[in-house]
Structures are given as structure tokens and as C-alpha cells.
């Protein structure tokens, strides 16, 4: 079951669309909090930028350790807990920042 025609031709179910509906309220709530009211200001959008892109990084790194060729010794698997630890760090920072502007 689809809520609307655009729904139903793009093949999203109900329940689809209600979660993009509200994603779009959230985002229209979020902008009315940033530009209106100035809640969060710049400055707090550009520090979680940052955080977002040293978990995007942080990532990355890991990703690019797991699809490279190597060997499973004991280098490895400290270079993998390093990053890995490393992308725990940087996503729970941006997370936490992201509740503390946002919630």
C-alpha cells in the first residue's frame, strides 16, 4: 500500500513515505531552530561538520585496512584495533554532538 501516486510509481511503501515525512519535518524543524529561533548557531554546525568529517575519515581508514591485501599477524590486528577504536571515537563524538544541538 502506498500513501500517494509518486509513492506507488516509485514502488515506496507506506510506511516508506511516512518515514520521509517525517524526516522532512525534523529537517524543517531543524532549519526553523538554526535560522529563526538561533538555537544552533553557525559556529555549532561548522564544529559538527568537522566531527563528521573525522568520522567519515576515520572510516574510511578502517575500510581501507579491511579491503587491503594482507596478512592476519599481529601487526595487523593492532593496526585494525587502532582504527577501529579510532572510528568508534569519531562517530561517538559526532553522534553525542549531534543529540546535544539537535534533541
Known sequence: MAL????????RSALQELQAMQQSVAD??????IEVLEVVTSEDLEGLSDLNQAYKQAETTLRSL????????????????????AEERARTAALDRWRDLFE
Open 4 to 11: 500517494s501516486e509518486d509513492g506507488a510509481r516509485r514502488q
Open 28 to 33: 524543517a524543524t531543524r532549519r526553523v531552530e
Open 66 to 85: 579491511i579491503e587491503s591485501e594482507h596478512v592476519i599477524d599481529l601487526d595487523y590486528v593492532d593496526r585494525y584495533k587502532a582504527a577501529a577504536e
